[in-house]
């Protein structure tokens, strides 16, 4: 148990709707990490967030989006879902900021699904 | 920037067999870097990590060493088991992101 969690496990909606995944960062870790991992594409960094702030951002689509609370919890936003967005959806945690020799430690993953 | 190149998989061994997964990376610097392993069904974890050149890091009877002369960081095993059967992922920084691909498939039979 890495001490990250996501919710929901599972999420199956359909095409041009909207979905918010959840992350809980590991207890006194600030940064928290987005990923997506798809079979074509591995594992994509979308997004990072340290103490409540956007600090660097990957390969994220206009339609995403994420915020990270007071609490250091944070939320992925997705909309007008696409067939393509089926993907597994990772969030990550670290202590600081310094990508380069920080351990990050993954959540569970939610399935995303789009029909 | 950074860049990897891990070798495709899927690897299939047999028990007690031994592991070689090449990864060789360029870099600005000499950042530290990292073995990712993930289970199926689970996300990724740390499997180690070596943070200067010629660093050896080791977890779980794998080892890998960050050598700077051949810009490498293959991951070794002596002897396989069955439960190893994972994605093994070699992940070095680029600026302010880990780099993981695809990552490669290990498949072990008894």
Known sequence: DSGVTQTPKHLITATGQRVTLRCSPRSGDLSVYWYQQSLDQGLQFLIQYYNGEERAKGNILERFSAQQFPDLHSELNLSSLELGDSALYFCASSADL???????????GTRLTVL | GNSVTQMEGPVTLSEEAFLTINCTYTATGYPSLFW???????GLQLLLKATKADDKGSNKGFEATYRKETTSFHLEKGSVQV????????????????????????????
């Open chain 2, 83 to 110: 439960s190893d059967s994972a994605v093994y992922f070699c992940a070095p920084p680029r600026g302010d992101k880990l780099i993981f691909g695809t990552g490669t498939r290990l498949q072990v039979f008894p």
């Open chain 1, 98 to 108: 310094k990508v380069s020799t920080d351990t990050q430690y993954f959540g569970p």
């Open chain 2, 36 to 42: 990712y392993v993930q289970y199926p069904g689970e």
